[in-house]
C-alpha cells in the first residue's frame, strides 16, 4: 500500500524554522513529482510548494517564497520542507502529497491533480 508520512511539525516562535519531512513507501517515489500543501481551520488546502521528480525543478507560493525551500532524496524516499522566518500567517496542518506527470506549475499548484497524501502534520507559529 501506498503510504506517506509526515513529521517534524511543532510549535515555535515568529521567525524561527522548522524542517517537515516526508517519507514516502509502496510506490516507485522517484517517479513522482512532490508537493506540500497546508490548511488552517476554515480555510480551504492551499499550495505550498512543489518539486520534480529528480529534483531539477522547484515551484513555490507566493507567500513562502524566498522563506522556504523544498527537496528531496530519492534514495530515501523523502521529501522535505524546510521553513524559516516563520510567520503566525503560516499556522496549519502541513500536508505531503505526490502525482504523476504534473508537468506545469498550474497543474502543480492543482490540490486536485495529486493521487496520494499524507496524514499532516501541526505547524504552530506564535507571536
Known amino acids: 500500500q501506498v503510504q506517506l508520512v509526515e513529521s517534524g511539525g511543532g510549535l515555535v516562535q515568529a521567525g524561527g524554522s522548522l524542517r517537515l519531512s516526508c517519507a514516502a513507501s509502496?510506490?516507485?517515489?522517484?517517479?513522482?513529482?512532490s508537493g506540500w500543501f497546508r490548511q488552517a481551520p476554515g480555510k480551504e488546502r492551499e499550495f505550498v510548494a512543489a518539486?520534480?521528480?529528480?529534483?531539477?525543478?522547484?515551484y513555490y507560493a507566493d507567500s513562502v517564497k524566498g522563506r522556504f525551500t523544498i527537496s528531496r532524496d530519492n534514495a530515501k524516499n523523502t521529501v522535505y520542507l524546510q521553513m524559516t522566518s516563520l510567520k503566525p500567517e503560516d499556522t496549519a496542518v502541513y500536508y505531503c502529497?505526490?502525482?504523476?506527470?504534473?508537468?506545469?506549475?498550474?497543474?502543480?499548484?492543482?490540490?486536485?491533480?495529486?493521487?496520494?497524501w499524507g496524514q499532516g502534520t501541526q505547524v504552530t507559529v506564535s507571536s
Open positions: 502529497a505526490a502525482g504523476n506527470y504534473l508537468s506545469s506549475n498550474d497543474i502543480r499548484r492543482d490540490k486536485t491533480a495529486y493521487d496520494y
Open positions: 509502496g510506490l516507485t517515489f522517484s517517479w513522482y513529482t
Open positions: 518539486i520534480s521528480w529528480n529534483g531539477g525543478n522547484t
